[in-house]
């Protein structure tokens, strides 16, 4: 971690929590959260959930005077409105209370075919909305075991980069290798810092500032026992946590491992 950058962790709970479960979770996340207040929070709730959760975490906010938590969409399409049947816009997700974004998730690029090129888009469409964003970047195993993990990792922060300029905390980019997702399997605190470095020396080489605004998470099987360690790593701004922020006794420890080093 940085002093200069507020730390952000994140829980991405992908099609989990859509509706009553989701904002008891979130009340709980965000009475978590208050205790960390060093710390940046954020959710990414199914769609459904959003509306659901985002006055109750504000309600929360306002009786424990603290800031209220982030909530993010986990998806969004580069147009403001039109015929994209199923989808929703930067601006809708805005409306409905998101500050946040992620984009670009490997589910994403893998059973939903999104490229480079798209994901850029979208991170266009939401910094524009005036969203935050979490633009999803990692290797596969077979990327990573042929030796090919910084070609692949840095191919896809070229794409975002030109993108996230002038967005300062706004900008964040998700280091999670594709074989470390759901499967128990984490990084080393030492690989994860190596690519994390090797991501900030890409942005430094484009723009300084960008590389000293932008945070960059490790996201990869992150539990309450393996937390510490990454987020201690210099580059390692923090965390975008799936599996494990599905339930606050696993979430909170992870905000409280960040809170103890910010
Ligand atoms: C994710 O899907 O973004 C993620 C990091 O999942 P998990 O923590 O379960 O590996």
């Not at 690029?109 to 999803?136: I, N, P, S």
């Not at 074989?179 to 942005?203: F, N």
């Amino acid at each position: 971690m940085n002093p200069g950058r507020t730390p952000l962790i994140a829980g991405n709970w992908k099609m989990h929590h859509g509706g009553a479960s989701g904002v008891e979770l979130a009340v709980a996340v965000a009475r978590a959260a208050a205790l960390a207040p060093k710390v940046e929070v954020v959710v990414a709730p199914p769609l459904l959930a959003i509306p659901l959760i985002v006055p109750e975490c504000a309600e929360v906010a306002r009786q424990l005077r603290c800031t209220p938590i982030g909530v993010a969409g986990q998806n969004l399409y580069p147009a403001p409105k039109g015929a994209f049947t199923g989808e929703v816009s930067a601006e809708m997700l805005l409306e409905a209370g998101c500050r946040w974004v992620i984009l670009g998730h490997s589910e994403r690029r893998q059973y939903f075919g999104e490229t480079d090129e798209f994901v850029a888009k979208k991170v266009v469409a939401a910094l524009a909305a005036g969203l935050g964003v979490m633009a999803c970047v990692g290797e596969t195993l077979e990327e990573r075991t042929s030796g090919r993990t910084l070609d692949v990792v840095l191919r896809m922060v070229d794409a975002v980069a030109p993108c996230l300029r002038g967005a300062g905390a706004r900008g964040v980019i998700a280091y999670e290798p594709v074989w470390a997702i759901g499967t128990g399997k984490v990084a080393t605190p030492r690989d994860a810092q190596e690519v994390h470095a090797a991501i900030r020396a890409r942005l430094a080489g484009k723009d300084a500032g960008l590389a000293e605004a932008t945070r960059l998470l490790y996201g990869g099987s992150v539990k309450a026992d393996n937390a510490r360690e990454l987020l201690a790593q210099a580059d390692v701004d923090g965390a975008l946590v799936g599996g494990a922020s599905l339930e606050i006794g696993a979430f909170a420890p992870i905000v409280r491992a960040a809170s103890e080093l910010a």
